[in-house]
């Protein structure tokens, strides 16, 4: 929701932190915004508290702001007497309730610092006095105040849109509204959110007096104050009676009233608006209250001398009625006494809306309920089965997992952005268990790692019981028509809607895609300008004068600062520190910054660029690589947060200057654009398996020449969702020894994350092949080899398994291997991989059938997991930061892949010499090399050894954070096939479904 200039100015303007001295107002369009900012309530020690008092107490808590059963201690009960000095009980009663409140909010505070109390007073009354009265209370409770003041002649929508904003506005805990009983209308009072509402006034919560459970909501303070005089007064209420006079008929006040006073088992008589009571009516009242209104002067409010001796008169109306005097014995309290107490209870409510608003945002068990999964066999195509399933609606799955709804941007029914801030929320709760899925080496056709991932989780969640979450990457478009297909897992194991998984989600690739070619368009642009205009020129519309005032934006002092340049005034700076601050002098030969489409399109792997005549011949050649592969991509999976996430993207390096200085796109000034062009998307998506479990969709980098993996920031936040005894499963892209490697040495070291165990997936048709087998294409039937049982062939694959448990060792991580099944495996292969897979060291080794079953197929790889991470685990990187490039690579390749050492080609030691000259040679090495095999050879199957490893190239996405060598040709554009998939996707004009998708 777009806020109001008057919200805008009372919540921003002004910092919301109790503390913070004096006041402000401010007048904006006819509003007057005022917010007052009150010193942090004390420690206890600091309250003089009395020893002994009476004590309001609804089920044991003298705090509760709800209804219920009101009761007190006869013995210490206070009458009101008609010779008291004036309004003394009322007052002591007043100075307790505020004395107990500023406790409870300073002991909240002190529990959790991050908590601001703030109460939002929407303000068009002219009755100042009752105004001051509450905003001094508030003061003295210790609670900041926002004040949004409108005129008295507002109309209804304008305090309804002002209603609605302080309900969406997280940092408002209570909302009070101070306007005139005619403005009071039901549409308006049921805006309100029942968890702000102090004053009770909303339908929710005079409906849970009614019912008797007001969890959630308040009573009127107006009542409850009066239920105090009552309780102080009468001390036990059991069998009182009570007359009402006045008001309007049926209000909140009187229905909160008639509950209250009916739960302490009070008899209540009613004398309808207009009419006076009858004798006996008024002789049978312990007490008579007076509701308020305007009684008419021609009939008396009470007949003369008929009251009960003894008997008690509440005014609730501040204009004291004439014939409430000469009442012989009865005590009066009037309406201002009451105000006072009522405005006293408002900020008790006020309070306990902190103290709901805290428990709130304290870790809440999980209450996730599966759904029902019916396998057939047959198993379906994908898309039959993901449309077979009815997914929860995902806010609710939101609120299952301990989600708030404030926390949730909405993308349908059946997705969800997640804010950040539910890591600040859950700052102090502890993370559950961190579990990777890797893989061997794979064939082009892949062996599950998705849907492993996917059935691991739901055997743990929907079978087992356990808080678990997937964390997958989102898949690219590109993949997805070409020939691969999608990734949203498979059979009865996977993400749903798994067309909506597949197609473009929420965005982020599209941001990431417009950020990247943004700053494309920022280098070519500036080279031009450059190189067309002189000096001065290039200052006067860098920083160009507005309004007859020249400044530097932010992002350009920041370059001053960098440059050495201490002037921040445009008009200072000499000749020389101009031409600094304008010419980046980038090298056209030297820029490495590419454009980016999300399509497999091989016609722009090479391109000239500026071949208009406007461009004033400045044309070179240029290339278009897949969205995925942008460092952007990059940045998204492993930054921290929104700020990491900027500081990363303007130190990223985009091009070279003829000094060989590098160019970075915070030197471009843009680097707060492509922020902007990300905020979206650096929130997670989350989904659901096709049993409900919980999956977080956010990232995609090319595993190719980036880490591969899925984002630190989903992963941080499942962590924390799941609980100390939860699982978080996320998956590591290609075979171990590239995605698993880049998990550990890179992810896990710009996170701080260890995981606890390492899944590690193998099938028996990969093994097979590398034990010899015939090659195996995408498309191609597979040769009877692999759907027949062939022992040797699979004996001699594992090979390949025992190298990659081996790896995972390397970084003192248990191992479990998770066997994904296919229908042509033989029993005697599968205990045959098993048996090997534990003679190799892994923890535990078995078959999963999650891709027939669901969940209940990988009820044994889900306890195996579990064994596991209570298993001794020594988590280490494979090399030192500080060790020289080359000896990282080095490392890497004799270690990892098993071979015999590198060689480098002039290219590639040409670019480490000029890395470490800039200091970016204490990053991580993030390979790029073939998937298919070990080596650098796709052909090499098996564990080959003997090889050298060739290093063609060394390229650095500084801003991700890591050093890329690449190995052998790599290309960041794949080509679409002869036949690629969307031959076979189409949509159903009538049904809207999509087609042909897998």
Known sequence: MRFSAAFQCASLRFPLVPGSAGSSSRSVRGLTIQRTSQHAPQSPGHLALATQRNVLVRNGSSSSSTGGAWRGTSETAVKFRKGDREGAPVQHATREVLQTSRQELTQLCQEKATIKPLLAIIQACEDEHLLQINKKMAAEVGLSIMEISLPTSCTEDELLEEVLRVNEESTVHAVYLHIPPSSSSPRLLN????????????AVSVGGLIAGDSSGSFAPPQARAIMDLLTRHEGCLQGKSALLLGGEDRGPLEVALLCLMKNAGMAVLRCPPGLTPTHTQCAQADVVIYLGGSPSHSTPLLPSHSLKSGATLISCSMDQPECFAGVGDAAVISGTEVAHLTAAHRMQNAVQSV????????????????????????????????????????????????????????????????????????????DGKYVIVAGITPTPLGEGKSTVTLGLVQALSAHLGLNSFACLRQPSQGPTFGVKGGAAGGGYAQVIPMEEFNLHLTGDIHAITAANNLLAAAIDARIL??????????????VPSVNGVRRFSPIQLDRLKRLGVSQSDPDALSPDDVSRFVRLDIDPDKVTWQRVVDTNDRFLRKITIGQSATEKGHERQAQFDIAVSSEIMAILALADDITDMRRRLGRMVVATSRHGTPVTADDLGVSGALAVL??????????????????????????????????????????????????????????????????????????????????????????????????????VPLPKEYTEENLGLVAAGCSNIRKQIEIAQMFGVPVVVALNVFKTDSEAELDLVCSIAKDAGAVAAVPCRHWSLGGRGSIELANAVKAATQTENNFKYLYDLQMPIVEKIRTIAQRV???????????????????????????????AKTHLSLSHLPELKGVPTGFTLPIRDVRASIGAGFIYPLVGTMSTMPGLPTRPCFYDIDLDPVTMEIQGLF
């Open 191 to 202: 805006a309100l959110g029942p968890d702000k509402d102090i004053d009770g006034l909303c």
């Open 355 to 430: 103290r709901m608003w805290a428990e709130r945002r304290r870790y809440q068990p999980w209450k996730l309920h599966p759904l029902k999964l019916q396998p057939l066999s047959p198993v379906p195509s994908d898309i039959n089965i993901s449309r077979s399933q009815c997914p929860k609606p995902i806010g609710r799955l939101a609120g299952e997992i301990g989600l708030l709804e404030e926390e949730l941007e909405l993308y349908g029914r059946s997705k969800a952005k997640v804010q950040l801030s539910v890591l600040q929320r859950l700052q102090e709760a502890p």
């Open 529 to 542: 300008h450059e190189a067309s205009q002189s000096d001065k020129a290039l200052y006067k519309r860098l």
């Open 678 to 779: 990300m905020k979206d998307a650096i929130k997670p998506t989350l989904m659901q398996t096709l049993e409900g479990s919980p999956v977080f969709v956010h990232a995609g980098p090319f595993a190719n020449i980036a880490h591969g993996n899925s984002s630190v920031i989903a992963d941080r936040l499942a962590l924390k969702l799941v609980g100390e005894e939860g699982y978080v499963v996320t998956e590591a892209g290609f075979g171990a020894d590239i995605g698993m490697e880049k998990f550990f040495n890179i992810k896990c070291r710009s996170s701080g994350l260890r995981p606890n165990v390492c899944v590690l997936v193998a099938t028996v048709r990969a093994l097979k092949m590398h034990g010899g087998g015939p090659h195996v294409s995408a498309g």
């Open 897 to 927: 892949y098993g071979a015999n050492d590198i060689t480098l080609s002039p290219e590639a030691q040409e670019k480490i010499n000029y890395y470490t000259q800039q200091g970016f040679d204490s990053l991580p090495v993030c390979m």
